[in-house]
């Protein structure tokens, strides 16, 4: 199955702080990783803790993208 990804306001204006090599790898990685199946877990991607940030994250190198089921309007 297909995931669409949709970034929340917050995480463009992160994204912004990033340098553009940065926005590039994290782009990547999120289309590689996330596309198809976003909740098993890998060496990069873990079940986090209850917290009110997220339910996963995917380690890209130092940089770490917070995700979970986005809201619908």
């Known amino acids: 199955m297909l995931y669409r990804i949709d970034y929340s306001p917050d995480a463009e204006d992160h ?3 990033l ?3 940065q926005q590039a790898i994290v ?3 999120v289309d590689d990783q996330l596309m ?3 909740k098993v877990e890998t060496k990069n991607r873990k079940v986090m803790r209850p917290n009110p ?3 996963w994250e995917l380690r890209i190198g130092n940089l770490r993208v917070y995700y979970g ?3 619908r309007p």
Do not use: S
């Open 15 to 17: 994204m912004r702080v």
């Open 19 to 21: 340098t553009a090599r």
């Open 27 to 29: 782009l990547d990685a």
């Open 36 to 38: 198809y199946q976003p």
């Open 53 to 55: 940030v997220a339910p």
């Open 69 to 71: 089921r986005g809201r």
